[in-house]
């Protein structure tokens, strides 16, 4: 009974760090900033402590306590404990798939739409959303901001749930992993074979393995 009633706590402890983790007073996909290792286009690397702001997935980090953002051209990969980045598109995307082919990145941005829409926290009733309705979502983690002031009011903000949007990456290409996405970039003899391919080949497309068997179409 003890050792149900501590998992069950636990739990409960783990649900309560992620609605802290991703808030619009703490807008980050780690829950505090962590060592990491930036590698530049330059052939450089430097160690900071790093985190991924989750607004627009830029690349923050902490110089003498003091937020600033890296610049996106001089990213060219960014290691924070087992997880890798790569800079796609002036975004810091985590890797989470690769082979000699490209690699799958996936996108995690906050859904701070959805917060605007709701007038403000997810499941609030009509009567608290319209007294406390936001006319503008105030995120946090701005640059030049101090670090300390912003970790001790990270319980002040709204809740904000993570979207994920996964993107195949191959030598000059870079394409969201739908069929749409795919078919976009495609010219109308692309696109039967295409069609043709996935009749062979069934992609689950919430799955960064199968999505990677993508690089073998995109490459021909």
């Not at 007294?131 to 640059?143: E, Q």
């Amino acid at each position: 009974m003890k050792k149900f009633l501590l998992a069950v706590l636990c739990f409960a402890a783990a649900l309560t760090l992620r609605a802290q983790e991703y808030s619009t007073s703490w807008p980050y996909l780690y829950p505090e900033f962590k060592e990491g290792t930036v590698y530049l286009t330059d052939g450089s690397k430097l160690v900071f402590n790093l985190n991924v702001h989750i607004l627009h997935g830029r690349l923050h980090y902490l110089d003498k306590g003091v937020i600033k953002e890296a610049v996106p051209d001089n990213l060219l990969l960014v290691k924070i404990g087992e997880d890798e980045y790569m800079n796609v598109g002036g975004s810091v995307m985590k890797v989470v798939a690769k082979n000699d082919k490209g690699f799958v990145a996936v996108l995690q941005l906050g859904d701070f739409d959805r917060l605007r829409d709701t007038g403000g926290a997810y499941g609030s009733s009509t009567t608290s959303s319209a007294t406390r309705r936001l006319t503008s979502i105030d995120v946090a983690g701005k640059v030049n901001q101090n670090h300390m002031e912003l970790w001790e009011s990270r319980h002040n903000g709204e809740t904000v749930d993570l979207k994920e949007s996964y993107y195949i990456v191959t030598p000059g290409k870079t394409v969201e992993a739908t069929q749409k996405a795919i078919r976009e970039t495609l010219d109308d003899a692309g696109k039967d074979a295409f069609k043709k391919w996935l009749k062979e080949n069934k992609i689950k497309w919430k799955n960064p393995e199968s999505l990677l068997t993508l690089t073998d179409f995109l490459n021909q």
